[in-house]
């Protein structure tokens, strides 16, 4: 099969995988053969930018948080104080998760086999890093490093549950703009609830 190399790039391949992900809402029945069919190319070019299939799931994780990252601080700038880039933050985060399904169980629920490459493992700590940091500001800063990341654990936790729940069927049907409201007012009754515990 002859292809244009130009065509061919690391960024298409984990775009290519991306997009599959979306599609089948999971990493189930993704593989090379079927990425490199999509891009019009034997599986074996791919080889030429990734040592293994794992390298790619881990790289596109990687570029599923770095999206959630620029969606969450291109909105969060708008907000007019700290609590409310807080909840804007919340927000977002509900929203990219709800919107992109497959995505999320991909960084969420599956397994990927091996250790993510040294600047993909950077990004991991980005998302907890970060939301630690607006939850500290948002608290006015009277919370120990301890109480914020147990806070911001049991906020992630509550979250990710729900957001399961509806990914596998099993919550009562809700469509997904009245589950965003129900999950972000539920959150922000736990963080004042929690927060208040506390001073």
Known sequence: MAVDKKKISKDRIVNTLLVKVEE????????????????????????NYFNNFSEIIWTAL??????????VE???ALGKNDQERFFI???????FSLDHPGWYRLVWLESIDGEPPEE?????TK????????????????????DVSRIANML???????????????AKEKQKKELRAEILSNLKQMYQLLTQEIE
């Open 89 to 95: 933050a919340l927000d977002t985060i509900i929203s």
């Open 156 to 170: 992630h936790s509550y979250m990710h549950g729900e957001i399961c729940q509806w990914l596998s069927g099993r």
């Open 127 to 146: 998302p907890t890093a970060g939301f630690e940091e607006l939850l500290s500001k948002a608290s006015g800063e009277h919370l120990t490093d301890i």
């Open 120 to 124: 993909i493992a950077m990004i991991l």
């Open 24 to 47: 089948n809402q999971s990493i189930k029945d993704v593989n090379l053969r079927g990425i490199a069919k999509a891009m019009g190319c034997a599986h074996t070019n791919i080889y």
């Open 62 to 71: 990687g570029q599923i948080l770095s999206n959630m990252i620029d969606d």
């Open 74 to 76: 291109a909105r969060v």
